[in-house]
């Protein structure tokens, strides 16, 4: 597994996928914008470089969904600034992934309280014990292991731990009054999702944290995926179709006595790969992940 010593990222998935590593996506985020979109009153999704960001702004003050890349952090400070002129307090970690975590230790510094599942805290530990550069305020604060409701801004935002998925720490956070859906990795809008086997990570579980958002979501529920552009329950409901029909061409494959190799070269994903092949996740190199995922 990469680890990522500065900035306070622990791993950046581009490096798993075969995309530019650490150096080249830190040097030079100078030409990153930090988009500000409306989601739901007092609800917004910032885009720039990493996984999506939720916000939720009013009285209580900012309240934010994953912290992207430590470069950026004094841009999404400045896009907050535009919607709210309150603090952030609390940053809800939705997994341990860097371009989701990577600006932990600033906020943490600035004041804000950091919150994750307990295997986020416990991979992240890990990490820094293998690290000098590596700060403790990158570490969430507060812990859950099934749990955890905050009633802030007018609204009531439910946090629930998925089984492994993506990884073994995933959550889904629920803007109840909203109607708002924030999933991190477990849903990748628009292509394949990758899945870190080894932080615990298994396809299964990514189409069942899909099936339980599918049931949190009516037609106008607003879901924020981890990467991907804004989507509602229409979108979900084919992501989660394809993963079904992938999986199961996969168990049969396996069953069938087919090696990794022949299973990657059996393409088994090639008629959903122009329309979910065009991210970072190339086919083949998923193909794989996925054998790994079943094996374990």
């Not at 798993?16 to 650490?22: D, E, F, I, S």
């Not at 690290?131 to 507060?142: G, K, M, N, R, Y």
């Amino acid at each position: 597994m990469n680890r990522i010593l500065k900035h306070g990222i622990l791993l950046l998935i581009f490096w798993a996928t075969g995309l530019p590593g650490l150096a080249q996506a830190q040097q030079d985020m100078s030409d990153v914008e930090i988009q500000v979109h409306p989601v739901a009153e007092g609800v917004y999704m910032l885009t720039g470089r990493g996984g999506n960001i939720g916000l939720s702004v009013g009285e209580d003050g900012a309240f934010i969904i994953d912290d992207q890349f430590a470069p950026l952090t004094e841009k999404i400070q400045a896009a907050i600034a535009s919607v709210s002129d309150q603090p952030v307090r609390f940053v809800v970690n939705t997994h341990l992934h860097g371009d989701h975590t990577g600006g932990n230790e600033n906020f943490g510094k600035a004041g804000a309280i950091i919150v994750a599942h307990e295997n986020v805290r416990e991979r992240m530990e890990a990490a820094l014990a293998d690290s000098e550069d590596l700060s403790e305020d990158a570490l969430p604060v507060i812990t859950f292991s099934e749990a955890a409701t905050f009633h802030w801004n007018g609204d009531a935002l439910h946090i629930s731990h998925v089984d492994p998925a993506h990884t073994d720490g995933d959550v889904i956070i629920h803007f109840q009054g909203a109607n708002v859906l924030h999933m991190g990795d477990l849903f990748f809008n628009g292509f394949y999702p990758y899945i870190d086997v080894n932080s615990g990570g298994a396809l299964p579980g990514v189409i069942a944290a899909a099936e339980r958002a599918l049931a949190l979501a009516d037609e106008e529920t607003q879901i924020i995926p981890g990467h991907g552009p804004l989507a509602k329950k229409t979108e979900l409901q084919v992501y989660h179709d394809m993963l079904v029909t992938i999986h199961g061409r996969m168990q049969e494959l396996i069953a069938a006595g087919n090696t990794r190799d022949e299973i990657i070269a059996a393409k088994p994903t090639a008629d959903f790969d122009e329309e979910w092949g065009g991210g970072f996740m190339q086919p083949d190199n998923w193909v794989g992940i996925l054998y790994d995922s079943l094996q374990r």
